[in-house]
């Protein structure tokens, strides 16, 4: 029998030739009325396919073409749990890469390389993510963890009005870190507080959110030498008054002086701390001076703040 046969006959009969193989140059005739079926694995370029269907060209980087004459061209999958056709796929719309799930387009990669999850027009980014849900945009998870196990999330939407939330999950529960508000405020721990006018962001401790807190000074009217205590305000009433700064200070600790009685003799002793980082006493040599000292290091020692 010979190998050229009519393309009509073969897929009539539905078998290949004598040698297992089916060739252009062994098909002639009319173009097929039904499609043809095929057993086993198919070759393009290749006699020993093992794959279904195995493309090759030793010259050409790209073996396969896929083209449609409508707007987007896209090769769909399916599996055994795939809902219907065109629920999955990829391809191009232009010259953008085009991924699809469930249905819809689900990220695109622009020909400038931009590359947007639930977002189609990049133009202020290289990663654009916008969530199909009310639902956090990234989730980092470590190593070896179970599907939905604890992480931290960031929130650029939703419950945070626009805000971003760095967000911790634990045991099935989401607690909220740190929120950058909208309006450039920021807040800390599991409420939504941006402090008061005037206040300062104070440590609580390993393992404790940070508080706002007021900063007051307490004012102290002093007429006699006196060894000054952090974050208080002392008045020198009266002439040759010495101020002893606190001893064993802690970093930002401050003290605040005004000389109120238009002398030029009182003295403010360092207690064994640098003052700018000289290891000498200040004597308020100007008449209603007004001095504000905050403790830097051991080696700077009181700072004018």
Known sequence: MSKARDLADFVSD???????????SEVSGAAPTASPSFTGNVGVGT?????????????KQAVMRVESGQGTAYIDFKTSGTTADFKV???????????????????????????????TSMN????????????PQIKLTQ?????????????????TGGNLAIIREASGSDYERMRF???????????VDYGQTGEVLVSNGQNASPTWQAVSFTTNVITTNTTAT??????????????????SPSVGDEVRISEVAGNTDCIIARNGSNIMSAADDITIDSAYAVIYLRYVDAT??????
Request: net charge negative; glycine share 16%.
């Open 181 to 191: 508000h909208i309006n450039g405020g920021v807040s800390f721990g599991n409420t």
């Open 14 to 24: 539905g078998s290949p030739l004598s040698d297992g193989t089916i060739s252009v």
């Open 143 to 159: 190593n070896n963890v179970a599907d939905g196990g604890d992480g931290w999330k960031f929130h650029a939407s939703g419950p």
């Open 47 to 59: 006699a020993s396919p093992d794959r279904s269907l195995e493309v090759y060209d030793a010259s």
């Open 300 to 305: 700077i020692g009181w700072a004018f703040s």
């Open 124 to 135: 202020d980014a290289a990663l654009e993510v916008q969530p199909v849900t009310d639902i």
């Open 89 to 119: 796929g990829l391809g191009a719309i232009n010259d953008d890469a085009y991924f699809r799930a469930g249905g819809s387009e689900r990220m695109r990669i622009d020909s400038n390389g931009r590359v947007g999850i639930g977002v």
């Open 230 to 247: 952090a974050n208080n305000h002392y008045y020198l009433n009266g002439s040759a008054i010495t101020l002893t700064l606190p001893a």
